[in-house]
């Protein structure tokens, strides 16, 4: 089965120092990985897309995340935080070799981002 | 292009009644999913259709259905609304759907049961 565990609900950091958010996923196959932002009261924004090309993935606004299959972590990070960072990010696995057609989204972790 | 859409909004219904929610995909997507948020439950995956027809359903009751038209356009129907049911349903579109697709989701609806 798969799964997608992110191991911080929540996160504060200073506005321009860096930001990491920890995703570790389970699946029996390679999975498309992604990481989705949530500003409030808005839907799902893409930040980036990993699908078995390079290992390091870069995405909007500064943000980049690493596939380690060794570790089965996806990781997302940017170097420094801005106010307008705060918001919440899922981790989300797609399975590859699953007709289920879905996304197994992980729990979410709030970013908090102090002036 | 145009993202994707959904409308309304906003609605708020009292229990006991049926809604229904409608989804404009991204122009050629052919695959539309829809998703329930709550707080309690995160998201969770309601159904996903392909050339009007459903491919997989997640675990809801049969109160929970959907259709989708010839022209991509998705709805979903909640009968005999509990007050469990409210929530941000989320829309998303994708070419096919499949592994690796980019799903596109639009702004949701809030539904409010009272």
């Known amino acids: 089965a798969q799964s997608v565990t992110q191991l911080d609900s929540h996160v504060s950091v200073s506005e321009g120092t860096p930001v990491l958010l920890r995703c570790n996923y389970s699946s029996s196959y390679s999975p498309s990985l992604f990481w989705y932002v949530q500003h409030p009261n808005k839907g799902l924004q893409l930040l980036l897309k990993?699908?078995?090309?390079?290992?390091l993935v870069k995405g909007i606004n500064g943000f980049e995340a690493e596939f380690k299959k060794s570790e089965t972590s996806f990781h997302l990070t940017k170097p420094s935080a801005h106010m307008s960072d705060a918001a919440e990010y899922f981790c989300v696995v797609s399975p590859r070799m699953d007709s289920s057609y879905k996304l197994i989204f992980g729990s979410g972790t709030r970013l908090l981002v102090r002036p | 292009k145009a993202g994707v859409t959904q409308t309304p909004r906003y609605l708020i219904k009292t229990r006991g009644q049926q809604v229904t929610l409608s989804c404009s995909p991204i122009?050629?997507?052919?695959?539309v999913s829809w998703y329930q948020q709550t707080p309690g439950q995160g998201l969770q995956f309601l159904f996903e259709y392909f050339s009007e027809t459903q491919r997989n359903k997640g675990n809801f009751p049969g109160r929970f259905s959907g259709r989708q038209f010839s022209n991509s356009r998705s709805e979903m129907n909640v009968s005999t609304l509990e007050l469990g049911d409210s929530a941000l349903y989320l829309c998303?579109?994708?070419?096919?759907?499949?592994?690796?697709?980019?799903?596109?989701f639009g702004p949701g609806t809030r539904l409010t049961v009272l």
């Open positions: 122009s050629g997507h052919r695959s």
């Open positions: 990993y699908t078995s090309a390079a290992t």
């Open positions: 998303a579109s994708s070419p096919t759907g499949g592994a690796g697709d980019t799903q596109y």
